[in-house]
């Protein structure tokens, strides 16, 4: 056997190597990414289901005549703003991820107000329609919650996959990126104050 014949098995034994190692890294990154995905998928049920309920939530509470029209106004605009902002599964960049907390945030926001307000009309309070959805809307904020941190999970677990040697010298060939996380919200870094 001669050097350059020994030279070529070797060359042709790494590249075999290198082939193998690749498609197994790839098909690890595949899957990872599709889990990403189908946690997503459900983060995106529960948030749907959110808006969903907000129409019956708005239509119970119009029926009190003198109840707050700017509260309720900015219920309908904030759930219209957060159904504009649509976040593709193949682009969970932080970015994007970024982006749709703020938007669903503004929702969270105008939801709690009209909950606030809502403490001030009794009758409302004591309908059954009302106390019904409320009940709804409270769960599915817990289930957007667990939702949200399956997700980060999975992120997490993503994201170490594609950052760690040699899984690294592949995620870029191969156009793997880091995925977005849900952060806390701003309103969550302040103490609420508490007067008796």
Do not use: H
Not at 17 to 25: D, K, S, T
Not at 105 to 112: F, M, N, P, R, V
């Amino acid at each position: 056997m001669t050097s350059t014949t020994r030279n070529l098995l070797i060359f042709g034994g790494i590249a075999l190597l290198l082939l193998f190692v690749g498609c197994g890294r790839y098909n690890g990154m595949v899957a990872k990414d599709q889990e990403v995905k189908s946690s997503w998928a459900k983060v995106q049920s529960q948030y749907q289901r959110r808006m969903d309920l907000i129409p019956n939530l708005v239509s119970t509470v119009k029926g009190y005549a003198d109840f707050e029209k700017s509260t309720l106004t900015a219920v309908i605009e904030a759930r219209a703003s957060a159904t504009k902002l649509t976040v593709n599964a193949d682009d969970l960049s932080p970015e994007k991820i970024k982006q749709f907390q703020a938007s669903q945030g503004q929702l969270s926001q105008a939801l709690g107000r009209l909950m606030v307000v809502s403490e001030q009309y009794p009758n409302l309070k004591a309908n059954d329609q009302f106390l019904s959805l409320q009940a709804e809307l409270s769960g599915t904020e817990n289930r957007i919650a667990v939702a949200r941190n399956d997700f980060n999970s999975v992120v997490q677990d993503y994201n170490t996959f594609i950052r760690t040697f040699p899984n690294s010298l592949f995620s870029g060939m191969f156009g793997f990126k880091e995925k977005g996380y849900f952060e806390a919200d701003a309103a969550a870094e302040k103490a609420p104050s508490v007067k008796f």
